[in-house]
């Protein structure tokens, strides 16, 4: 029996020709109950971002009663069943500070997470380190990759970018710094090798070879995985070839989305990525979530869409450009299209969520030790207004956030929220973009 130290450590990976597979965590990497009498180690908090674009139909989303005992509205119906493990935030506002005019989808996408309004110059980049790349710094030094970046759309080829600003203002929320925003990726392929790939190999051909075979990369490290399942108790054997299973089902979908696109050319397709929308959605989410469990970061980011978007869902019947009918103008037809679209988004959201809460992660789950963000830079879509923008905090935040209410707040900068939840990871910030102070802590936790 191990009773001073762990049995396998944390950091843990299996290592094949090309690829190494971080572990999840699993009983054996847990000190003895006996050792920790005392305190037992506080649980890993992750943060997670999921951004939706060109508004909402508000009165479909936000519910009138505050408390714990709102009425689900038609947009969050999908997450009713999930209802204790979300809060929503309302009042929180995301406002422009003075410079330049126009470029509302610009500046919701940038503000979302730097606080800070693109600047008045053309000529160069300025927006400000955005909240995920503050923690990203810390809690980088513990994972294989300090950050993820993620969208559905492709910033080669999707939409166009506001008039008079940067395309990067629009097709990222993530920025290193003030002048070096981080660019999205779209393509599971990429990201599921950037992940299980050898980080220190520069020669593609062994990874071509294996796509070619149609290998997957668990075949490379099938001798470690039966050595190491033959020292693990049951309990843990089982949580391991579940979690090698979904890796394998996963790469398994990349690869028939691969045979599909080389059968059905797509512009709008690269290579790796899914023809269904929906399908495509739930992949990058698995990816994410294994991305979670193996600890391999603890930050991502997902846009679902970019700032004035075109995507067409006629999967929902609404075959029209997705941002065109958030102008609607006040026409009953174009909002019902544009409140569906804002209800399959929250669905999507709702299957990421369910993913989350099914998998295990010490004495809870992963959804217990995330604290994880939804919403818009922008409220109503028609007017593009920045006041009391959709805000969903979902999550347990590793005993930090406590879901199952509304939660009505009165002109609260968005920014002081960020300050509050940098403080739930240990991280020291004083001020960012147009902060004022910081949330009381209760408020969320309550």
Not at 39 to 57: D, L, Q, S
Not at 71 to 87: D, F, G, M, N, W
Not at 190 to 216: A, V
Not at 321 to 350: D, G
Request: hydrophobic content about 35%; proline content about 8%; glycine content about 8%.
């Amino acid at each position: 029996m191990f009773v001073t130290k762990k049995a396998i450590s944390r950091r843990t990976l299996l290592r094949g020709i090309g690829v190494t597979v971080g572990l999840p965590l699993l009983d054996s990497m847990v000190p003895s109950f006996t050792a920790l009498a005392a305190t037992p180690a506080k649980p890993v908090n992750r943060f997670g971002v999921v951004y939706v674009p060109n508004g909402m139909i508000m009165p479909n989303y936000l519910p009138q009663k505050e408390g714990p005992d709102y009425e689900i509205t038609p947009t969050l119906s999908a997450l009713e069943p999930l209802r204790r493990h979300y809060q929503i935030l309302s009042g929180l506002n995301c406002i422009p500070t003075p410079g330049r005019p126009g470029g509302a989808h610009a500046k919701a996408t940038t503000r979302f997470l730097t606080d800070i309004s693109p600047p008045t110059s053309e000529t160069w980049l300025d927006a400000g380190i955005s909240v995920d790349q503050i923690l990203a710094n810390e809690l980088g030094k513990q994972t294989q990759l300090a950050s993820l970046e993620l969208s559905i759309e492709s910033g080669e080829t999707a939409g166009t970018c506001d008039s008079g600003f940067a395309c990067p203002y629009t097709n990222t929320l993530s920025w290193k710094g003030p002048s070096t925003p981080l660019p999205t990726q779209n393509n599971p392929r990429l990201i599921f090798e950037r992940l299980f790939g050898d980080s220190n190999s520069t020669d593609p051909k062994e990874r071509i070879g294996r796509m070619r075979q149609q290998k997957s990369i668990l075949d490379s490290v099938t001798e470690e995985v039966a050595h190491l399942q033959g020292a693990l108790p049951q309990a843990d054997r089982g949580k391991l070839a579940e979690y090698l299973d979904s890796i394998r089902g996963v790469e398994r979908r990349i690869q028939i989305a691969e045979k599909q696109n080389q059968q059905i050319p797509r512009l709008d397709h690269p290579e790796g990525i899914p023809n269904e929308w929906e399908d495509h959605v739930k992949l990058m989410f698995d990816i994410e979530v294994l991305a979670y469990q193996a600890d391999l970061t603890r930050v991502i980011t997902l846009m679902m869409g970019f700032e004035q978007s075109g995507m067409t869902y006629p999967q929902i019947g609404v075959p029209d450009a997705h941002h065109p009918i958030s102008h609607h103008q006040r026409e009953p037809e174009k909002i019902a299209k544009v409140a569906k679209i804002n209800a399959y988004h929250v669905k999507m959201f709702a299957y990421l969520l369910g993913k989350l809460q099914a998998t295990p992660d010490g004495d809870g789950s992963l959804l217990d030790h995330m604290t994880m963000i939804y919403g818009a830079g922008i409220a109503d879509s028609n007017t593009h207004a920045p006041v009391s923008i959709p805000f969903l905090l979902a999550g347990g935040g590793a005993g930090n956030l406590k879901g199952g209410r509304h939660t009505r707040l009165k002109d609260v900068p968005l920014a002081n929220l960020h300050l509050t939840l940098i403080d739930h990871f240990r991280v020291q910030w004083d001020k960012i973009g147009d902060s004022t102070g910081r949330l009381d802590p209760h408020l969320l936790a309550v």
